[in-house]
């Protein structure tokens, strides 16, 4: 009978930053950006996307690669995003003085953030449209019965 683990497994690494001092949701937002992405090109998206979060996923994707490399032996460049989450860590809480003697709780949200990383055969990837483009034959379209008088009649016009 087939056990769960029994399904072919690709080679991969992760990476997990835990207790990490951003909320949730908002780095939530920053792993959607890179999930499913080959690893070089989510890199990059981070490190220049405008979140806060984006940082401290840009730290936990570079161990994931790293982790690939010197512990699986894998190729950088062949790597693809494969698993991106986070999930909800302890929430510290705070009070804030208010008006009459109140106190106002403030919740100081974490989280852990997961990403791992899958190698991919280099053929497996999308191929670039300007090779494809290139491959097309580059013929002229024949010209229609109402473009042709229409370019003979600007030719007359003009002399």
Avoid: W
Avoid at 91 to 116: D, E, L, V
Avoid at 139 to 155: G, H
């Amino acid at each position: 009978m087939p056990v769960k683990g029994d399904a072919p497994v690709l080679p991969g690494a992760r990476a997990i930053a835990r207790y990490v001092r951003i909320s949730p949701n908002k780095a939530r937002r920053v792993v959607n950006l890179v999930r499913g992405l080959p690893a070089k090109e989510a890199l990059t998206v981070l490190q220049f996307a405008p979140q806060a979060a984006s940082e401290q996923v840009y730290k936990v994707l570079a161990s994931a690669i790293a982790n690939a490399e010197n512990n699986e032996r894998l190729d950088p460049d062949a790597l693809l995003v494969s698993e991106a989450f986070v999930d909800e860590g302890p929430t510290m809480k705070r009070f804030q003085p208010r008006a009459q003697g109140r106190a106002y709780r403030i919740r100081k949200r974490t989280c852990h953030i997961t990403i791992a990383v899958e190698a991919v055969a280099p053929a497996a990837r999308p191929a670039k449209k300007a090779a494809a483009k290139k491959a097309a034959p580059a013929e002229a379209k024949p010209e229609t019965k109402a473009q042709a008088s229409e370019s003979a009649s600007n030719t007359e016009g003009a002399e």
